[in-house]
């Protein structure tokens, strides 16, 4: 389910994060689906039960899960009301690095190309242009 790269310099929590909100965004997990127990993923994992327990507040604080006291932790069915902070957060970032790279030289067609290409692996979003 998860693949860690415990070389990299990006914190292993950050890692998970960044995986289970694609595994939501995805739709691999659903609305109401219950995520891995802090204790399970640790030993699957093999890494502290207080990075996963790290990673689910970060996860919970950014709305996309929830936790029930002696439940366990579930995706939550309303992320998607807090993804416009996000979009908007992400297309400010988005304008930066395009700036930037456009003041490096890399041509506007190439970033379109990058776009299309990654577009088409991750299923793009929703086409309301």
């Known amino acids: 389910m998860f693949e860690l790269d415990m070389r990299s310099r990006k ?9 289970m909100k694609e595994l939501i965004m995805s739709e691999m997990l659903r609305p109401d689906e219950q995520v891995p127990s ?10 502290n039960p207080n990075t996963i327990q790290k990673a689910y507040r970060e996860l919970e604080n950014q709305g996309f899960i929830y936790s029930i006291k002696g439940k366990g932790s579930f995706v939550n069915p309303n992320h998607k009301i807090k993804d416009t ?15 930037e790279a456009l003041y490096l ?9 990058l776009i299309h290409e990654l577009d088409g692996a991750k299923g793009g979003g929703e086409k309301n242009d």
């Open 105 to 113: 030289g890399i041509p506007a067609d190439e970033l379109i190309r």
């Open 38 to 47: 802090v204790r399970s993923l640790a030993t699957e994992l093999t890494i």
């Open 11 to 19: 914190p292993i929590y950050e890692q998970l994060v960044e995986k």
């Open 85 to 99: 902070e996000k979009i908007k957060t992400v297309k400010e970032e988005l304008e930066k690095l395009i700036l």
